[in-house]
């Protein structure tokens, strides 16, 4: 009896430590910044704590009945909820002071009449000091689904605001604006492009002769970049880099237009979910990352044709690549897998100052999300393009 009670203890205690053992990610402190890719299955959506502790949501997705039916961590609460509940446990504030909707797709805001995605935060007790949209024309999408809420927050406090196309002064840091060498940069929305050296000038990105009779929500896209000290991140929403003749026979090579203003990146989060239509080889020569992001909630997401690129040694870059969802494993195959990171929770960290970042995968089906995977520590790098820019006084 003693020797069964003795190994009993001794298998608690050895449960113990694998339980101990379990790494979390380490708690965010100022200095550093943390780009999240958060993973419900339902759309995409990022949070983003900023050097001097601003946070910031881009998105909050859930494509309901249009999509697969996966459920992360469990559905036990809606994909709004599990991101306010994400956005509590790592944020340094429930408060955040910016909100940005990229366009207006259900997987990247929800359903207002479901009261999903971005509705769902809000509810959950997640406050927006500052709403930005693409701005109008808008969609009959948008009059039905998302003017009330917007209107809604705006009488509750909250400042609502069009993306404004070349500024680098609508999204600051709030607290120690001063401190650190940042920059958010906004480079074309509504399918419409800042100008290269021309403050606030901005240029259609379809063809003059081309007028179509309705446009395409997802050419419409916010995209931005966020810049401290030598990293730089890109994010494109669902931009397009190449032809979908289902909807628009109009050439939609938008990403090579815009690809002189990205510049050298640090990491990339892949247009349109890394879709057919996306990561042209333009652009993925311009950006050359090291990192390449997929947020996923679709079997073609991603693409293969875009994994073959992006696992090309003719592109400068490292170009690790991470998704939120493994759904297109089938599509992929078992060499294409073999290139890929766990998928997860992914979490950029980006060290003091900006010369380093690195990469944890966090585990999406639990809801106290476990460090599955970590990189080394990565180099920042910029092109000789931004160095000038930046010495110049």
Known sequence: MLRIKVLALSAMFAAAAVASAQ?????????????????????????????????????AGDIGKFGVDVHLPDRSRTPGGWIADYIKSFSPSTNLDYALMTHFHEDHMGNAEERSGIRAVSDAGIRFGKLVDRGVPATDYFETFYTAFRDSLKASGTRVEAFRIGSRRQFRLKHSPRKYDFEFYNIAARSRMACKGLFRRTRSLWPKEYKPEKHDENTMSCVFTMRYGPFK????????????????????????????????VSVMELDHHGGFDTTNPDFLWTLGP?????????????????????????????????????????????????????????????????????????????????????????????SEADALIRQTP
């Not at 669902?238 to 510049?263: M, T, W």
């Not at 592109?315 to 759904?327: A, E, M, N, Q, V």
């Open 290 to 382: 090291d990192v390449a992001l997929v947020s996923c909630w679709h079997p073609w997401q991603p693409d293969p044709a875009v994994v073959d690129r992006l696992s090309d040694p003719v592109y400068p870059g490292r170009r690790d690549i991470y998704r939120t969802l493994d759904l297109a494993d089938e599509e992929l195959g078992p060499e294409r897998i073999a290139r890929l990171k766990p998928s997860g929770h992914i979490v950029v960290r980006v060290y003091e100052g900006g010369e380093t970042f690195q990469v944890f995968v966090l585990d999406a089906s639990k809801a106290d999300r476990p460090v599955i995977y970590k990189s080394d520590i990565l180099q920042s790098r910029m």
């Open 23 to 59: 790494e979390y990610l380490p708690e965010w402190h100022e200095g550093w910044m943390d780009l999240h890719s958060i993973s419900t299955g339902m759309g995409e959506s990022h949070l983003y704590i900023l050097p001097d502790g601003t946070p910031m949501l881009c998105d």
């Open 233 to 264: 991140y890109y994010n494109g929403g669902d931009f397009c880099g190449n032809n979908y003749k289902k909807h628009h026979p109009a050439p939609r090579n938008f990403e090579s237009q815009i690809a002189p203003l990205v510049g050298r």
